[in-house]
């Protein structure tokens, strides 16, 4: 069976950029997955030395390790209009969203690997093959990417039995289990699935992403598309990555009346939750 084409697109910004576009980054990353991809582009978000970037993006390709570049303020204007938002329904985490969103929409491969510029793999195995044979086979299977390991380090301190519930898979398939729950560190996707106007739909579980009350976020979006039209994320059960960032550092300050309501909805989240594990299987799954 051919292997379908698949682009490696990766995502930096003024804290990245530098680590992102120097020599042999992006092909380490290639390696860590071991598998060739079509093409190897880079998105440059929200940096201050904007000439610096060029520079470095324009050597990068030279050299042949990336195919191309694109500054993501550039590209967005096209990636709204496919996937009918405005920069105003984006709002103040506009940059939590737009790189993604133009990932999703650049012209390539029928599949893309985002990847997040602080994301390395615990084992360096090819994840994204056999992931490809089952999003061929399965249309209810949306994503799939590799086991973050905080997730099972948050499951091994909680004592709450709902939670644990939570990691637990709808489905087993091969090396798989298969849930609800979208995170954008680092996912295998159809492109198509993603470039179209799915971005404006409601799931009270998805409220509990981050900034979730400053603004519907991208992983927040994917996430009530998916619980609403029951479509699933693929957890590679043996490959573990792990994210090297301080989470939560850069997030917008909430105001006070977004505090309230953040607390407000946080206690009904886990009410709710609490009562709805053990009936339904909408809630399974971060």
């Given at each position: 069976?051919?292997?379908p084409e698949?682009?490696?697109?990766?995502?930096?910004?003024?804290?990245t950029?530098?680590k992102?576009l120097?020599?042999g980054?992006?092909t380490?990353?290639e390696?860590q997955?071991?598998?060739k991809?079509?093409?190897k582009?880079v998105?440059?978000n929200n940096?201050?030395d904007r000439?610096r970037?060029?520079?470095l993006?324009?050597?990068?390709?030279?050299?042949g390790?990336?195919?191309n570049?694109?500054?993501?303020?550039?590209?967005?204007?096209h990636?709204l209009e496919?996937?009918?938002?405005?920069?105003k329904?984006?709002?103040?985490t506009?940059?939590?969203?737009?790189?993604?969103?133009v990932a999703?929409?650049?012209n390539?491969?029928?599949?893309?690997c985002?990847?997040d510029?602080e994301?390395?793999?615990?084992?360096?195995?090819n994840?994204?093959?056999?992931?490809?044979a089952?999003l061929e086979?399965?249309?209810?299977?949306?994503?799939?990417?590799?086991?973050w390991d905080?997730e099972l380090?948050?499951?091994s301190?909680t004592?709450?039995?709902?939670?644990?519930?939570?990691?637990?898979?709808?489905?087993?398939v091969g090396?798989?289990?298969?849930?609800?729950?979208f995170?954008?560190?680092l996912f295998l996707v159809?492109?198509?699935?993603l470039?179209?106007?799915?971005?404006?739909e409601?799931?009270?579980?998805?409220f509990?992403y981050?900034m979730?009350q400053?603004?519907?976020?991208?992983?927040?979006?994917?996430?009530?598309?998916?619980?609403?039209?029951g479509l699933?994320?693929a957890i590679?059960?043996?490959?573990?990555y792990?994210h090297l960032g301080d989470d939560?550092?850069?997030?917008p300050?909430?105001?006070?009346k977004?505090r309230?309501r953040?607390?407000?909805?946080?206690?009904?989240l886990?009410r709710?939750?609490?009562?709805?594990?053990?009936?339904?299987?909408?809630?399974n799954c971060?």
């Amino acid at each position: 069976m051919t292997v379908p084409e698949v682009d490696l697109v990766v995502n930096c910004y003024e804290r990245t950029y530098q680590k992102v576009l120097s020599h042999g980054f992006v092909t380490a990353l290639e390696k860590q997955a071991n598998f060739k991809f079509t093409q190897k582009t880079v998105l440059i978000n929200n940096v201050t030395d904007r000439n610096r970037a060029v520079i470095l993006a324009q050597r990068l390709q030279s050299s042949g390790e990336i195919s191309n570049w694109f500054f993501v303020a550039d590209e967005l204007p096209h990636a709204l209009e496919v996937v009918g938002l405005t920069e105003k329904d984006l709002g103040r985490t506009i940059h939590y969203s737009d790189c993604a969103l133009v990932a999703v929409t650049l012209n390539g491969s029928p599949y893309i690997c985002y990847w997040d510029a602080e994301v390395v793999l615990v084992q360096h195995n090819n994840w994204i093959s056999e992931s490809l044979a089952l999003l061929e086979k399965r249309r209810d299977v949306l994503v799939a990417n590799p086991q973050w390991d905080r997730e099972l380090e948050a499951l091994s301190h909680t004592k709450r039995p709902w939670i644990r519930r939570r990691w637990q898979p709808l489905e087993t398939v091969g090396n798989f289990n298969l849930c609800y729950g979208f995170s954008d560190q680092l996912f295998l996707v159809r492109r198509g699935d993603l470039a179209k106007p799915i971005y404006k739909e409601f799931h009270i579980a998805s409220f509990r992403y981050p900034m979730s009350q400053i603004n519907p976020i991208f992983e927040q979006r994917i996430d009530s598309y998916m619980r609403n039209h029951g479509l699933l994320r693929a957890i590679v059960k043996t490959t573990f990555y792990s994210h090297l960032g301080d989470d939560g550092v850069s997030h917008p300050s909430m105001t006070i009346k977004e505090r309230i309501r953040d607390t407000l909805w946080r206690r009904i989240l886990l009410r709710v939750m609490a009562l709805v594990f053990a009936t339904s299987k909408k809630f399974n799954c971060t």
